[in-house]
């Protein structure tokens, strides 16, 4: 593999659901990237027609000049005339919208968790699970689509996926036992009232946010073979809490292993673990993509939520597991990391394997 050469100019891309939290952050990470410029934006019929300044309530920085003046259109595909279109959706509408724009021969790559677990659709995590891609000729047979949907995991998912990746390679995870302390802005804008979070963990969130944690990453880490995938064989019990923090999930995790490993085994193969996609040289991928920490009260989101441009996931607390074999915590960003990083990099390889025209 050798690095990827720039597109001879920017890509026009898309953004549905531009106006939402996670919608926001695509504007933010697309607004000096290299080889992408946003070109549409698009949001519900309460958003439509208003220049994107006075549509979005925008909730972090400087709004990006350029798509400030931008006129929020309706998410249809006559409107939105870009042919690749990243999806931060609310999943009420992601289901059909999506699908109208993969008909329409648009490439839409997905936040909402409509598609994620089809057969036909990758689960795309670019260090883990780059050859999932081998799925879209599939896809396109089957729902006689000019275009395709790609997806990337739930956020939570993403920050327990990287971190089991390099474990399960090496030793093979057959286990996991693991409680999420979940930012707020995880649940979007204007999310949970304030006065039932404040000095509170409420420990329930809705929409399958257990039952995504369990089934996703066996997706994720499984084996694409002769045109399907075979999820991992691996259990998952997870447990959900929604905190007062405002980004970055935190996930403490309990792991049985095929192959038994020491503490300081299991740091090195995440130390030493790069992902399958580390020669491309794609502008989003973080040098590491799980930094381990050894400060004995680390990861922290206030603290390491940023690491590597809020694209790596940290891990630290490595010890051993009185019942099963290993413990550890592990931090991402939910907006970057978790979604709209996530699918900007989805894009970068799409690129770069040339699935994408210029
Ligand atoms: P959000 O802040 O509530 O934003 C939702 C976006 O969807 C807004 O732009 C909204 O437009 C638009 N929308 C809602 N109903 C619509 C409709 N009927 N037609 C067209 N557009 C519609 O939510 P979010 O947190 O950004 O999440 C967006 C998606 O990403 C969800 O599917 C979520 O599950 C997923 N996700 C979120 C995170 C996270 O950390 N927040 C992480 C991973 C995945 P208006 O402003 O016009 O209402």
Redesign the pocket.
């Known amino acids: 593999m050798t690095a990827t050469s720039a597109p001879s100019r920017r890509i026009p891309v898309g953004v549905?659901?531009?106006?939402?939290?996670?919608?926001?952050t695509f504007i933010r990470l697309l607004a000096d990237h290299p080889w992408f410029e946003v070109a549409a934006v698009?949001?519900?019929?309460?958003?439509?027609g208003k220049r994107y300044r006075d549509?979005?309530h925008w909730l972090s920085g400087e709004m990006p000049a350029r798509v400030a003046d931008l006129m929020?259109t309706?998410?249809d595909p006559a409107s939105v005339d870009t042919q690749i279109v990243f999806?931060?959706?609310?999943?009420?509408?992601?289901q059909e919208?999506e699908a109208a724009f993969a008909r329409a021969g648009k490439l839409v790559l997905s936040?909402?968790?409509n598609y994620r677990m089809d057969a036909d659709v990758p689960l795309l995590i670019p260090e883990v699970n780059p050859d999932h891609l081998g799925l879209l000729p599939i896809q396109r047979a089957a729902r006689k689509w000019s275009g395709a949907i790609v997806t990337?995991s739930?956020?939570s998912t993403?920050v327990i996926a990287l971190a089991l990746a390099p474990l399960h390679e090496a030793f093979g995870v057959e286990q996991l036992f693991v409680t999420t302390l979940q930012?707020l802005?995880?649940?979007?804008?204007p999310?949970v009232p304030s006065l039932d979070i404040l000095g509170n963990i409420i420990p329930f969130i809705g929409?399958g946010e257990e039952e995504k944690i369990e089934s996703e990453p066996l997706k994720i880490l499984g084996v694409f073979e002769h045109g399907a995938v075979t999820p991992a064989r691996m259990r998952v019990s997870a447990q959900v809490n929604r905190v007062a923090v405002e980004h970055g999930h935190t996930a403490c995790m309990s792991v049985k292993l095929a192959t038994a490993a020491t503490p300081d085994a299991a740091m090195q193969a995440l130390r030493s673990w790069k992902g399958a996609i580390a020669a491309l040289g794609l502008p989003s991928a973080p040098a590491e993509p799980v930094m381990v920490t050894m400060e004995r009260d680390r990861p922290q989101p206030r603290r390491d939520v940023n690491a590597g441009g809020g694209m790596s996931v940290v891990v630290g607390r490595v010890r051993t597991d009185p019942i099963l074999d290993l413990r550890l915590v592990a931090m991402g960003h939910?907006?970057i990391r978790?979604?709209a990083g996530a699918s900007i990099l989805n894009a970068e390889l799409m690129f770069a394997r040339g699935l994408i025209a210029v």
């Not at 698009?42 to 439509?48: G, I, K, L, M, T």
């Not at 959706?89 to 992601?94: C, H, I, M, T, V």
């Not at 802005?185 to 804008?189: I, L, M």
């Open positions: 549905l659901g531009a106006t939402g939290a996670v919608g926001q698009a949001a519900s019929e309460r958003s439509a549509a979005a929020v309706a998410c999806s931060a959706l609310d999943s009420d509408a992601a919208v936040n909402a968790r990337n739930n956020c993403m930012a802005s995880g649940a979007g804008y999310g929409g939910n907006t978790g979604a």
